[in-house]
Structure formats: C-alpha cells, structure tokens
C-alpha cells in the first residue's frame, strides 16, 4: 500500500528533523502540517507543550468565493499566523517542515510568514 508507505516515510522524517529543533519559550517552533486538500500552522513551545498561535486554510477568508490555487491559500495561512504570532510578541520562530520537502505549499507558506514579519 504506496500510501501508507509514503506516511510512515514522512513521519520517519518528522521524526529526523524533530530530533534537532525544539521550540523554547524565547523561539517557538513553526509547525506544518499539509494534507491533500488543506494546510495546517502552528506555533509551539515545547518547554511548556501549548500551542501558542495556529491558523489553517478552514479558517482563512475566501472573499466571494473566488476560486484560489492551494499554493495561495497556504500563502494567506502563513500571513494568518505571522500576523497572530505578532500580535502575542512573537518575532522569532523555528521553522518546522514536519517531514516534507521545503518545496511547493510548504515553501510559499514558509515565505508568507516571513515577509508578514516572522523571523527564521
């Protein structure tokens, strides 16, 4: 089964680059989740395990239902959450690719966020 396969190698991964990052209470770790149909955002401290700030692509506003690619749906859940993030005086985070490649949705939310004022 390809799809489980393609999981469990993500979640591999996760677990490779989780092993170096860890969000602190000065700079929280930026999480990403991405499944087929939407993306997920998250700003964490794990010294306290809250989650501090997180936006995904249900709540985004869509304006009169324009039709939006899902790379510019991603784009305005990085500005959600930069702008959430900033809004508690949180500059400076951690990025967290959760296992995939810094590539397509992943990326464009990744410079959303930095070009709303997160530091990374």
Do not use: C, W
């Amino acid at each position: 089964m390809p799809e489980i396969d393609r999981r469990v190698a993500r979640l591999r991964r996760h677990r490779r680059v989780r092993k170096n990052i860890v969000g602190t209470s000065e700079r929280p770790r930026l999480d990403v989740f991405r499944s087929l149909r939407h993306i997920y955002a998250q700003v964490i401290d794990d010294e306290r395990g809250i989650t501090l700030v997180s936006a995904n692509s249900k709540q985004v506003n869509v304006v009169g239902g324009e039709a939006l690619s899902k790379s510019e749906i991603a784009a305005r859940v990085g500005t959600a959450v930069a702008g959430k993030a900033l809004e508690q005086g949180i500059k400076k985070v951690v990025f967290d690719r959760g296992g995939y490649r810094y590539h397509g949705r992943v990326k464009t939310l990744g410079d959303a966020a930095r070009e709303a004022g997160l530091d990374f």
